[in-house]
């Protein structure tokens, strides 16, 4: 979904910047010495910076398409019919052009992210609270200038030049149905300016879904009681054998008491 625009009835959009070599050779057709396409460029691009672009729409339909179950290119929808004539559904879409053990990865990977077992950084703004419903997501930071000539990227500078917190997100893990991007312009950390704002537009939107709510609201199972021997089971009466037998009784008899004396 990066670098691209959506049918939604929506004007202004721009395509943001998803580079390549060729791409960089265009944009620096009046510098040769910066047209190459450098083996390093490719790990500043992986994790989202460097040349690349995107917007908030972007982000939102990039982590629905990598949560869907289907694994569907899935578009957005604002509008459902004009006229009564239905428009183009979401999901009529051809599948994702990548191998489902990669999108499965990434889905891990977001998971994790909002997990504190596996260290998480964003696993305490983003708890719902909701039960057995959790969310996956990813933290981010968008740079907002070059840092060359030194200067503070933190709290300490000026508001307009702090970077922005994004976060994406998506939930139930199990059963994926809602998905959402969160950017806040000069929030910093996207663990502390976004998710915290995701985790509560995340729980509206699970709280307003009756079949979420009818989840959250399942009772319990009952914990499997497990007998205790000691206290539920009857004993076994003792084995008192005839007077003839000439075995060791397993009871010895109670002595007969004498007349006129204590016993």
Request: hydrophobic share 35%.
């Amino acid at each position: 979904g990066l670098g691209q625009t959506f049918d939604i009835g929506i004007p202004g959009q721009k395509k943001g910047t998803v580079p390549d070599p060729a791409w960089k050779k265009r944009y620096f057709k009046k510098n040769e010495a910066m047209q190459p396409w450098w083996p390093g460029e490719n790990l500043s691009y992986a994790i989202g910076q460097g040349y690349l672009q995107v917007n908030c729409l972007q982000l939102a339909v990039m982590t629905a398409r990598l949560a869907n179950k289907e694994y569907k290119a899935l578009n957005p929808r604002l509008i459902k019919s004009v006229g009564g004539k239905e428009r183009p559904r979401g999901s009529d879409v051809a599948d994702l052009p990548f191998p489902r053990e990669h999108i499965d990865r990434v889905r891990a990977g977001m998971a994790a992210v909002t997990d504190q077992s596996q260290g998480g950084t964003a696993w305490r703004a983003s708890q719902l609270g909701l039960g057995d419903i959790l969310m996956a997501g990813k933290t981010g930071t968008a740079q907002v200038r070059n840092y060359d000539s030194g200067g503070s990227r933190g709290k300490g500078g000026l508001w307009r030049l702090r970077d922005h917190g994004l976060f994406v997100a998506y939930a139930p893990i199990d059963e994926p149905r809602y998905a959402l991007a969160v950017i806040v312009q000069h929030g910093m950390g996207g663990s502390t300016a976004a998710a915290p704002r995701a985790r509560e537009i995340m729980r509206t939107a699970l709280l307003k879904d009756p079949e979420m709510m009818a989840r959250v609201q399942k009772p319990l199972p009952m914990p499997e009681m497990t007998p205790d021997i000691e206290q539920d089971t009857a004993p076994t009466m003792p084995t008192v054998l005839p007077p003839d037998s000439r075995a060791i009784p397993t009871v010895a008899p109670a002595p007969t008491p004498l007349p006129g004396r204590p016993t």
